[in-house]
Nanobody, 124 residues
């Protein structure tokens, strides 16, 4: 089992930045794919980006150039740096992980482990 705990959500003005953290614990050695998802009320959960092992992350078009996924191996923590935030970026953000291989690790990958979510609100 793998446990994921997100922190870092909050309220921010349009154009601002936030960094979300995802602390991973448990059997994380077998987690090869991790990423971030966002859910807005009334819409399906959207994959924002994913990374297979130490490969370069892949991003959804909606966040490419603004969001960055990174990983602090020493602390088993994943990050989502969000810059130039827009009102449509508001929503619940989830850290996610799976044991899948490279070709199963796109932004909309099938997730085995979810965090509890952290709320982001972008206002004018």
């Amino acid at each position: 089992q793998v446990q994921l705990v997100e922190t870092g959500g909050g309220s921010v003005q349009v154009g601002g930045s936030l960094r979300l953290s995802c602390q991973a614990s448990g059997y994380i050695d077998a987690v090869y794919c991790m990423g971030w998802f966002r859910q807005v009320p009334g819409k399906e959960r959207e994959g924002l980006g994913s990374r297979y092992k130490d490969d370069t992350p892949i991003y959804a078009e909606s966040v490419k150039g603004r969001f960055t996924i990174s990983h602090d191996k020493a602390n088993n923590t994943f990050y989502l740096q969000m810059n130039n935030l827009k009102p449509e970026d508001s929503g619940m953000y989830y850290c996610a992980a799976d044991h899948g291989g490279l070709y199963d690790c796109g932004p909309e990958f099938r997730v085995r482990y979810w965090g509890q979510g952290t709320l982001v609100y972008v206002h004018s």
